[in-house]
């Protein structure tokens, strides 16, 4: 599946990405050259991930294998929210820990040590690489008083009601994430539902009146004791691991009216600079035509997709036949299909090891499927085509074997698909009989007695036994039958 088009900006050469701030491909310049800062949001630990939210991260782990792969140090930091987030983003609803808590009859602190467990449980069966830093909101409230302070010593602030609430204008360019003016914002938002607020669109920064009552979590603050609103989590934690200036930040396109316009503006209020680089979006996974999601009921998990019969690695499979960009319909068809395929991948992996155990090494063999590869990575991360620049070095005919599984080998550092974890394969011996027939051919063949070469490859055949000729000497395969 394409990626939606794209105009192109500076300069062609090396890796160039989608930047929504400014909807162009750009050219990747870090803020120091050969390292890499990365803030990916993280779960909200109320409920299961569902596998929406579980392709953000693989195109999350592809990014970051890929800035690996072509020579940058990355630093990840992923936060944890277990705390200040409510059902609607723009401080609507009730708080999501709370409502799980309630419903399952656990404190809030149970409810958010089970998912998050949950939640890195599914990233490893994904094969999902761990972040660098890892941060729970709780574990951070100093951090975000911190932060609030410098914001409102700026003057962005006002205080009603008991709540502290981030004025939004006082940012003219506010909204430049989402590519709309602060006039025209305020012309469709929605109708208010916080009398305190001076514009619908402002947002809080600390709670001390909650809307509900016998809030768990709660600490002392400036302005009361209280908790902090959802959206100054992720810039205190992000500016604590890595600076108050970052080469890229991602996330779902959900997040981008809201919650990462929130984070700009409270995030730049507070140090007068321009916060993020690079802004990357990964698209919906759409089921029946619906984006997934769990206030709508229809989402699926990665376990259910195990009950099944899928492995984790399906998944992941059929998630890098898109586009980061697109839009993925799923469907169990789809799914399968994406089964087969990489159960086939497998299998030629396993046979060109047991090629590549057999041969003596030859020329290379893997060069021109490489440079395809990681031109196709640099071309902001066209993964289906990298895919398919494995799967042709698999069916290449001629060169090494060797080298081409040690070429598809590397290509799998990205794709992640364990490919290095594929056993040879192991048939069990043919016998002194079969053996001896296939001796006999390899002499034939010597003496170009093709006529009694065919006539025992027909016979083995006849027995369930294939041959094939390769550079490295001939192999065999039982058919199942």
């Not at 630990?45 to 890929?66: K, Q, S």
């Not at 009950?307 to 980061?324: I, K, N, T």
């Not at 003596?360 to 993964?383: I, K, P, Q, Y």
């Not at 048939?427 to 007695?449: F, H, S, V, W």
Request: hydrophobic share 40%.
């Amino acid at each position: 599946m394409s990626p939606p088009p794209a105009r192109v900006s500076g300069s062609h050469s090396g890796l160039r990405l989608y930047n929504t701030l400014g909807r162009e491909l750009q050219e990747f310049r870090p803020l120091d050259p050969g390292s890499v800062g990365v803030y990916t949001c993280g779960p909200t630990v109320y409920n299961y991930a569902h596998i929406g939210n579980l392709r953000t991260y693989v195109f999350e782990d592809l990014l970051v294998r890929t800035l690996r792969y072509l020579g940058y140090r990355v630093r990840q930091v992923m936060n944890v929210t277990d705390v200040g987030h409510l059902t609607g983003d723009a401080d609507e609803g009730e708080d999501k820990m709370l409502k799980s808590a309630r419903e399952q009859g656990r404190t809030v602190w149970e409810v958010a040590e089970h998912y998050s467990r949950a939640f890195f449980a599914d990233l490893d069966a994904l094969n999902i690489e761990r972040p660098t830093v890892v941060c729970r909101a709780t574990e951070h409230i100093d951090a975000m008083i911190d932060l609030i302070r410098r914001i409102e010593a700026a003057g962005y602030t006002y205080f009603a009601d008991g709540n502290l609430y981030f004025d939004i204008s006082m940012l003219p360019d506010y909204g430049k994430l989402a590519g709309q003016n602060l006039e025209d914002l305020k012309a469709g938002a929605r109708v208010e539902v916080d009398p305190n607020k001076r514009s619908p669109l402002d947002f809080v920064l600390w709670f001390t009146r909650s809307k509900f009552e016998h809030q768990a979590m709660l600490w002392d603050s400036p302005w009361g004791r209280g908790y902090p609103g959802w959206h100054i989590e992720c810039s205190a934690m992000a500016m604590k691991y890595l600076g108050e200036q970052i080469d890229i930040h991602c996330g779902g396109i959900d997040h981008i009216p809201v919650h990462h316009t929130n984070e700009i503006a409270q995030s730049e209020a507070a140090t007068g600079k321009p916060w993020v680089r690079y802004w990357l979006h990964a698209e919906f996974l759409v089921m029946d035509k619906a984006r997934m999601a769990k206030s709508a009921g229809n989402f699926l998990t990665l376990a259910a997709l195990q009950e099944q019969g899928f492995s984790p690695q399906d998944y992941r499979y059929f998630c890098l036949g898109a586009h980061y960009r697109s839009p993925l319909q799923f469907s169990f068809e789809a799914l399968g299909a994406a089964k087969s395929a990489r159960k086939n991948l497998v299998e030629g992996i396993a046979r060109l090891m047991d090629d590549a155990q057999a041969e003596a090494a030859s020329a290379t063999g893997a060069a021109a499927a490489l440079s395809s590869f990681r031109e196709n990575l640099a071309a902001d991360l066209n993964v289906p085509r990298a895919l398919a620049d494995l799967w042709g070095l698999l069916r290449a005919e001629g060169g090494s074997a060797q080298d081409r599984l040690a070429g598809a080998l590397e290509m799998d550092r990205v794709l992640g698909l364990g490919l290095d974890r594929v056993e040879p394969v192991r048939e069990a011996p043919l016998g002194p009989e079969l053996e001896a027939l296939i001796a006999e051919r390899t002499e034939a063949r010597k003496r170009k007695d093709f006529a009694r070469a065919d006539a025992i490859r027909a016979e083995l055949a006849r027995r369930g036994v294939t041959l094939e000729d390769t550079p490295g000497g001939v192999r065999w395969r039982r058919e199942k039958g």
